[in-house]
């Protein structure tokens, strides 16, 4: 096999590999491959050297932002490999019958069947495999997506970075899982570092993953991980950002630009499990947290208690509708944090945020071409975009590029 060749599928690793670790340096990684890569489409700029591909995301979200300010240079992942801390795979049955565990082919229901990613955390990947192993000990039933017959349909595993706890989300089609007291203790002595099972009840036709039922079978019921020194409770459907190193990067980067000075109200809008409020809480006087998801919500809450943060309150509604009754009731604003769904914000939150007319404005943004739009609507309200950077939270994909602005009002330049 070639030095510089790493076969995922075969699963090995040249010995000299082995002894440097196999967190190499990203330019020797750039060799690695995927032996389903073109399938999964999961990793599509694996072939193209690290560097390469942070040029290409700069380029890219420079281009986009280039009416409204230059942009600092892309902050990398030093090791841009094995990052995503939450791992779904699909199960299903392949020709033979044999039970498989994967991703489904770019715009269809085929599933592929992933050995190995290379983006994707390693013991996740291995609980995953250990669960396709143990359907046929267990003899549990794989969903058929055609007839609407059998039990189980996804596998979730997510994992905190640095608490190095796990939680397996198993989707069923329904709650009873026969045989679960020992399917558990099988899966547990093979991967002691999982702290939570919770079964996930998903009986409908539908390409969503998670249903709404849920139930513990296992431990709490979520984990946590630490973030910028605060812990984290993570529940099955909150959202947390999935490359926990580059996160902390970003967050940096987002306080930096923020230059809080102790006094301020602040906005955490689109808050999710309040990461970013929570760890800019010390550095202000009060922070007021939006989220529309109820558990991330309800995880937000615990979080502040068990940080010990008494100075942020959070809200669950639509981040437009409360900026538009903030707004009304002439609310006093600082600044504003916002970090929005791929699509972006919309013009009920923004118009409100204008009106609010904080002195800045930070823009968390996973979508530059969103961004962008945005910020044309921002600089029409009387702000201007003072410093830009994109973080590369997602290595060897082409997808996302995270981008933190920082507007000011037109005034206070
Ligand atoms: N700031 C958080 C979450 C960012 S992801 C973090 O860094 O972890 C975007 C979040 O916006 C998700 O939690 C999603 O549930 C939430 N969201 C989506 N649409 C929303 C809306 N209209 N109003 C408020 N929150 C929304």
Redesign the pocket.
Known sequence: MNEEKLSVKNRTVSASRKKEGFHGSPEIKSSLTCSVSGKCGGCSRLDVPYKKQLKEKQKLAAGLLKPYCVLEDILPMEEPYFYRNKVHAAFGRDRRGNVIAGTYEKSSHRIVPVEKCMIEDEEAQAIILTIRDLCKDFKIKIYDEDTGYGLLRHVLVRSGKNSGQYMVVLVLSSLILPGKNHFLKALLKEHPRITTVVVNVNDRRTSMILGDREQVIFGKGYIEDTLCGKIFRISPR????VNPVQ?QKLYDKALEYADFHGNECIV??????G??GIVAADHVKEVIG????KD?VRDARVNARRNDVCNISFYE????RFLTQMAEQKAKVDAVIL???RAGSDEAFLGSVAELAPEKIVY?SCNPETLARDLKYLTGKGYYARKACAVDMFPQTAEHVETCVLLMKASEA
């Open positions: 909150s959202f947390y950002q996160t955490d809008a689109y808050c999710g499990i990461t970013i939006v989220e529309l998801n991330a509604n639509d981040a437009g970090d929005p769904p968390i």
